[in-house]
């Protein structure tokens, strides 16, 4: 997957990205920065901005072991590794239940 735009933010020191045409809305909330999705709100600590052409590949059976939770795949911006999530599914730590005031 290498068309069309990602949301990337950051979240417990993670860089993350979700493609941009699943976002709805982003605004304030009590926990930091909430992300309207077609699959949920997300939690974030900062919006990056928005990434074009990521080349995002498969995630791969090392990190499904090590890691335990689903993503669509890894990419690289600007030599920082991003998590490209499926909104559907969405990591702990970016949902509201897995928010915490600290990383």
């Known amino acids: 997957m290498t068309d069309g735009k990602f949301l990337v933010l950051r979240r417990s020191g993670g860089t ?3 493609p941009d045409g699943c ?11 909430r992300v ?3 699959g949920g709100v997300l ?9 074009q052409r990521l080349e995002v590949r498969a995630p791969g059976g ?3 072991a090590m890691w335990g939770e689903s993503c669509i795949g890894l990419a690289v ?5 991003v998590v490209v999530i499926d909104p559907t ?3 702990f730590a ?3 239940e897995g928010a915490s005031s600290h990383a």
Do not use: C, K, M, Y
């Not at 976002?23 to 926990?31: F, I, K, L, P």
């Not at 939690?43 to 990434?51: P, S």
């Not at 911006?77 to 590794?81: E, K, Y």
């Open 43 to 51: 939690v974030a600590d900062e919006v990056i901005g928005f990434a």
């Open 36 to 38: 309207a999705t077609t």
């Open 62 to 64: 090392v990190l499904a």
């Open 77 to 81: 911006l600007a030599g920082v590794p």
């Open 23 to 33: 976002v709805r809305a982003v605004g304030r909330g009590d926990s930091g920065l």
């Open 94 to 96: 970016l949902r509201e």
């Open 89 to 91: 599914q969405p990591p």
């Open 16 to 18: 993350w990205a979700l």
